[in-house]
């Protein structure tokens, strides 16, 4: 089975400040995936960003991009230039590769981000 | 192209009843999966459904199943409903035939239990 750990239940900076987002997985899994999904206060789940686990390159999206480092089993989430709007509960998620999503994807506890004006 | 859609979007039911709550998928996507958002275990893998089939199911008791239609719209059942029920029911959809199988979430369904 995975786990999914964010270590940070909660974080606060100021606008347009740039922000990092800590995850860290385990899986014996070779092929996966893993995901950012946003919940603003409305709780509708917003994809944010995904990676590939056999990819090196990290994901970006906008002012959205990841740090993964495989080895380490880490899937940290960069918010540059944050907006007010950015405010919301982000959660790290993992799917395993094989099996076509049949296993549903693992949260973890999520953090709570606050973008103070 | 329109987003998942889930419908009520707020129930309120006491113990002992029953409830179906419905949703509907991207057009396009056969993949339907659900989820159980709770202040206390967090968000909790139901089942998933492809073409009509439940290919898993999480750690859920049985009170807990799920359906889905030929036009790959998925109904999820509770039965005997407990006060622990209460939660956020939340469904995504996703098109496993892709390269990849992201999930798309509905807004999702608020459930009280009396």
């Known amino acids: 089975a995975q786990t999914v750990t964010q270590s940070q239940p909660e974080m606060s900076v100021q606008e347009a400040e740039t922000v990092t987002l800590s995850c860290t997985y385990d899986t014996s899994e070779s092929n996966y995936y893993l995901f950012w999904y946003k919940q603003p206060p409305s709780r509708q789940m917003i994809l944010v960003i995904r990676?590939?686990?056999?990819?090196?390159q990290n994901a970006t999206e906008n002012r959205f991009s990841v740090n993964f480092q495989k080895a380490a089993k880490s899937f940290s989430l960069k918010i540059s230039d944050s907006q007010l709007g950015d405010t919301a509960m982000y959660f790290c998620?993992?799917?395993?590769?094989?099996?076509?999503?049949?296993?549903?994807?693992?949260f973890g506890k999520g953090t709570h981000l606050i973008i103070q004006p | 192209k329109a987003g998942v859609t889930q419908t009520p979007r707020y129930l309120i039911k006491t113990r002992g009843q029953q409830v179906t709550l419905s949703c509907s998928p991207i057009?396009?996507?056969?993949?339907v999966s659900w989820y159980q958002q709770t202040p206390g275990q967090g968000l909790q893998f139901l089942f998933e459904?492809?073409?009509?089939?439940?290919?898993n199911k999480g750690n859920f008791p049985g009170r807990f199943s799920g359906r889905q239609f030929s036009n790959s719209r998925s109904e999820m059942n509770v039965s005997t409903l407990e006060l622990g029920d209460s939660a956020l029911y939340l469904c995504?959809?996703?098109?496993?035939?892709?390269?990849?199988?992201?999930?798309?979430f509905g807004p999702g369904t608020r459930l009280t239990v009396l």
């Open positions: 998620a993992f799917m395993k590769g094989s099996g076509g999503g049949a296993d549903g994807l693992t």
């Open positions: 057009s396009g996507h056969r993949s």
């Open positions: 459904y492809f073409s009509e089939t439940q290919r």
């Open positions: 995504a959809s996703s098109s496993p035939d892709k390269y990849t199988d992201t999930q798309y």
């Open positions: 990676q590939e686990a056999y990819k090196q």
